[in-house]
């Protein structure tokens, strides 16, 4: 909400991102490159003009740069290194993340669950990933609270 710049990120999941009011910038790199540009790091500051001036790779690397305005939505893959810019006072949008049943989001070898599978901790660190989502599906089912876990805070409704 509001006139915040989202960080360069990737979230694990697919999702979906759905302007409601105001206006944003969207800066997406194509998930076949993220391992590349990222270096492993879940996030990052975008390259600056120096950065893309001493490697040619940089500015080789396929991005997508867009304006949305209320009720414009875009779809991306889990793993699309990513950053909304607001552009107005107003902006309010919605980010629905798809949570994949298990084993089914292990498709390409840049998505993030399948790098997670060929991890140390592999199988274990799913299965609780797994947990982790669906109890707390189960609390909105049974209590009708949630709570928003994605991201690097939690808040609570």
């Keep these: 909400m509001g006139p915040v710049r989202g960080g360069f990120h990737y979230d694990e999941e697919p999702n979906v991102y759905l302007q409601v009011s105001g206006e944003s910038d969207v800066l997406l790199v194509h998930p076949d490159y993220v391992r590349a540009f990222s270096a492993g790091l879940r996030s990052r500051q975008p390259p600056s003009l120096a950065d893309l001036a001493r490697d040619p ?9 867009f304006h949305m305005r209320p009720g414009d939505a875009v779809t991306f893959p889990g793993g699309t290194y990513h950053m909304v810019m607001a552009q107005t006072f107003d902006r309010l949008a919605l980010n629905f993340f798809f949570m994949p049943k298990w084993r089914k989001l292990e498709v390409l070898d840049h998505d993030w669950y399948s790098s997670e599978r060929r991890g140390p901790l592999g199988d274990e660190r799913l299965a609780l990933r797994q947990l ?7 609390l909105y089912e049974d209590t009708g609270k949630a ?10 409704l």
Excluded: D, S
């Design 57 to 65: 790779f940089l500015r080789q690397i396929p991005t997508h740069f």
């Design 132 to 138: 982790w989502a669906r109890t707390l599906v189960r």
């Design 147 to 156: 709570v928003i876990y994605m991201g690097e805070k939690n808040e609570y």
